[in-house]
């Protein structure tokens, strides 16, 4: 049975204000660095056999904290990209707020493309694609993934089945350790949204 542990990075200056997507140059602030350094400190005496981040720099942080107390080198794979907002890139959720497209892709995510952008089944796919290689090449290991909110919360949607139009209903707060462990026979979850005191894994 491998063991996912998600982790989503910490603070930065957009976080709840601004669809920041895939915009180059958005890094952790230093109540977000606290955080992952806080974080990186639970991890240390669990076992971690690879640390796997997207490449924004932000996560690339988180991941690189986890490196220096824990040792696990970092790997990149774009599988864990955060959202392709597309046209809605950069826009602050005030100013989303008056489109009803937005309304609409909050209401029916499975549905919704991004203009421009990303459908939410497509970042599932991608998501859950890269963990079932790494459980194919880490057998019985644990692996941690560096990511975004939404395709942390689509990965554990799909392993808990819980379809994407309820997968809102999760939350996955920065900084926060979400788990799950996968064999061949199925998935458990193991913890979700988890911010104190971490279990050993």
Request: negative net charge; hydrophobic residues 40%; charged residues 25%.
């Amino acid at each position: 049975m491998t063991r996912f542990v998600f982790i989503r990075h910490g603070e930065t200056e957009a976080v709840g204000k601004t669809l920041t997507g895939r915009a180059p140059g958005v890094r952790l602030t230093e109540r977000g660095f606290d955080q992952v350094r806080t974080l990186a400190g639970q991890l240390k005496f669990q076992r971690l056999d690879r640390l796997v981040t997207s490449p924004m720099e932000r996560a690339r942080q988180t991941a690189a904290a986890i490196t220096e107390v824990h040792g696990t080198a970092m790997e990149i794979d774009e599988a864990l990209l955060e959202v392709d907002f597309g046209e809605w890139g950069g826009c602050s959720f005030a100013e989303m707020e008056d489109d009803p497209l937005w309304r609409r892709y909050h209401e029916f995510r499975g549905g919704i493309r991004i203009p421009g952008g990303e459908m939410a089944l497509e970042i599932q796919a991608r998501v859950v694609a890269a963990t079932e290689r790494l459980r194919r090449e880490t057998p019985d290991g644990v692996i941690a993934l560096v990511s975004h909110g939404d395709p942390i919360r689509y990965g554990v949607a799909f392993y808990a089945g819980i379809p994407l139009d309820l997968a809102l209903r999760t939350n996955i707060d920065i900084a926060s350790v979400s788990a799950i462990a996968v064999d061949d026979r199925g998935a458990r979850v193991l913890c979700v949204n988890h911010t104190g005191s971490l279990p050993v894994f």
